[in-house]
Nanobody, 128 residues
Framework: QVQLVESGGGLVQAGASLGLSCAASGRAFSNSDMGWFRRAPGKEREFVAAINWRGDRTNYSDSVKGRATISRDNAKYTVYLQMNSLKPEDTAVYYC?????????????????????WGQGTQVTVSS
């Protein structure tokens, strides 16, 4: 089992940068692909970024590509999401998720389905 706790959210102005962290517990983390998703007010949860279990393959949504970087430190059981040039439309609750069977596949999923474990989320608010 994997437990996930996000941190790093907050209120920032448009154009600022913000780094999110997701601390995982459980040995399955090292074999898990990790993803970041977000849910904006009144909208469905959407994919933001993902990284494979080895940390050498990533995926980004078009909305954050070029502004976001996902990374992980397996020794620290932590995955990170660095976002730059934040926009008001980035305002959302950001969720970290783990796909414990990620090591079995090559592709890094952008869909919610293969992600088994989810954190509680951290709020990011970008003011204009």
């Amino acid at each position: 089992q994997v437990q996930l706790v996000e941190s790093g959210g907050g209120l920032v102005q448009a154009g600022a940068s913000l780094g999110l962290s997701c601390a995982a517990s459980g040995r399955a983390f090292s074999n898990s692909d990790m993803g970041w998703f977000r849910r904006a007010p009144g909208k469905e949860r959407e994919f933001v970024a993902a990284i494979n279990w080895r940390g050498d393959r990533t995926n980004y949504s078009d909305s954050v590509k070029g502004r976001a970087t996902i990374s992980r430190d397996n020794a620290k059981y932590t995955v990170y999401l660095q976002m730059n040039s934040l926009k008001p439309e980035d305002t959302a609750v950001y969720y970290c998720a783990a796909d414990r069977d990620g090591y079995l596949t090559v592709a890094v999923s952008t869909r919610e389905h293969p992600y088994d474990y989810w954190g509680q989320g951290t709020q990011v608010t970008v003011s204009s």
